[in-house]
């Protein structure tokens, strides 16, 4: 059976992580994805490492962990953007796809003749997606953006970490903490991906294009979910809470004997078979701790009975205990403690593609699972160019000594 996005065409002018996330999950879902790299150089993230699963030389950029991240599955093909050739190639490729996603600044590609006002006179149902900081418009729209900036301006940093305290010796402790993973991007780029679907359905039924417009502030305070939601409610300002839950309790990080677990009670039934493996049903009985709006009101009461609890035993005992009661629960695993978890390693989210000089690669699996379809794409992140030839050859249709033409001006690079 064919992949669900098989008859679809992607033209990548994206960089980095958010774009490329949205390009990766079409390319996993089969669509044709043709990311366009300058030439000896490539993506930017092809440069951020170490570590390398191939290192760079002098006329090779290499193969980064980085870029191997979001990059499974597509062709890479290298045209020199700035010059004219290479734009005219670019508008070319342009009329033979479905989507282009790009995130430059905004209006940087209308210098080029690659903007949407332009692609559409020649593709009217072409799907254009711009990803920026900021958005297409408003007073912040000619900023760069960048994850970090993004976690800061839009919320998620006011609410990440522990409180600010002071210690008895007077040092400061706790403040603003960003997520350990580029957060912002990754949200920005799932929106794009729903984005650029949604605009697939709609085109096949209308035969209408669009310009889709995704920013990565847009998308971290839609992500505040119901954090924004308590401040829009009642006017109040969620505060950094370290591990804690501000309207779920216990829904925490405990210490214990051995290390540290983490207790998610989501409801009270779960927090009164909690106290009976804990052996503090006292603590379940109080009229002061019996409902969750009574535990967030009294909430310095009962941690520390909690916190004592926890410390008398190992992890691993009350991991086991809590399971057994149906109490949710579960440790706070390393990245490499991730991937030797027997239901990381049944879901296969490990995997490995082949790969022309290493034989294979390994690479996160996409998350989705569909009966009729491998959902992770098998072709590994491409070299740089690695697909330049092919790609001119078979849709604009240049001859050997085209290419050669182009390759000796420095317009394309590659295989």
């Known amino acids: 059976m064919a992949a669900p ?20 999950f079409l390319a996993d879902m089969g669509a044709e994805v043709i990311k366009v790299e300058r030439p000896g150089s490539g993506d930017d993230t092809r440069g951020w490492g170490p570590p390398f699963a191939i290192d760079p030389s002098d006329d090779d950029p290499g193969l980064s962990a980085y870029f191997m991240c979001c990059n499974r599955g597509k062709k890479s093909v290298a ?3 700035a010059s004219p050739d290479g734009q005219e190639l670019i508008r070319k490729l342009a009329t ?32 254009y997606c711009s990803i920026t900081g900021f958005g297409q418009d408003g007073p912040y729209a000619h900023r760069a953006g960048y994850d970090f900036l993004l976690q800061g301006m839009g919320g998620l940093m006011s609410i990440t970490g522990e409180p600010n305290a002071t210690t008895p010796d007077g040092h400061h402790v706790g403040g603003p903490v960003k997520v350990g993973v580029a957060i912002c ?72 004997q051995d290390g540290h677990i983490i207790l998610a009670c989501g409801n009270d039934g779960q927090f009164q078979r909690f106290c009976k493996v804990a052996g503090i049903e006292e603590v379940a009985d109080d009229p002061r701790f019996r409902t969750n709006p009574s535990r967030i009101r009294n909430r310095d009461a009962w941690m520390p009975i909690l916190e004592e609890a926890f410390r008398s035993k190992p992890s691993a005992w ?26 990381i390693q049944h879901r296969q989210m490990r995997r490995e593609l082949p790969e022309p000089t290493l034989g294979h690669v390994a690479v996160t699996a996409n998350p989705v699972r569909m009966t009729d379809h491998d959902t992770t794409a098998p072709k590994a992140p491409p070299r740089l160019g ?11 249709e240049l001859d050997t000594n085209d290419l050669a033409k182009l390759a000796q001006k420095g317009i394309i690079s590659g295989n």
């Open 318 to 343: 009350w991991i086991e205990n809590l399971e057994s009661a149906g109490v949710p629960c579960g440790p706070i695993n390393r990245i490499d403690q991730v991937f030797t978890d027997p239901q």
């Open 96 to 127: 033979e796809v479905d989507v282009v996603v790009e995130n430059f600044k905004v209006g940087g590609l209308a210098k080029y003749g690659l903007d949407y006002k332009t692609l559409k006179k020649a593709n009217p149902a072409l799907i």
């Open 79 to 81: 045209i020199d953007m």
């Open 185 to 256: 991007d990754e949200v920005t780029g799932m929106n794009a991906c729903a984005a650029i679907l949604t605009a697939i359905i709609r085109r096949d039924k209308t035969g209408e294009g669009a310009h889709i417009d995704v920013a990565l502030l847009d998308s971290t305070v839609a992500a505040l979910v119901n954090q924004a939601s308590t401040h829009l409610v009642d006017g109040s300002v969620p505060e950094r809470m370290g591990n804690a839950h501000p309207t779920v309790a216990p829904y925490n990080a405990f210490q214990t």
């Open 5 to 24: 996005l098989s008859h679809i065409r992607v033209l990548d002018l994206s960089r980095i992580l958010a774009g490329p996330l949205a390009t990766q």
């Open 386 to 396: 690695a697909d330049t030839a092919s790609v001119l050859g078979e849709i604009l």
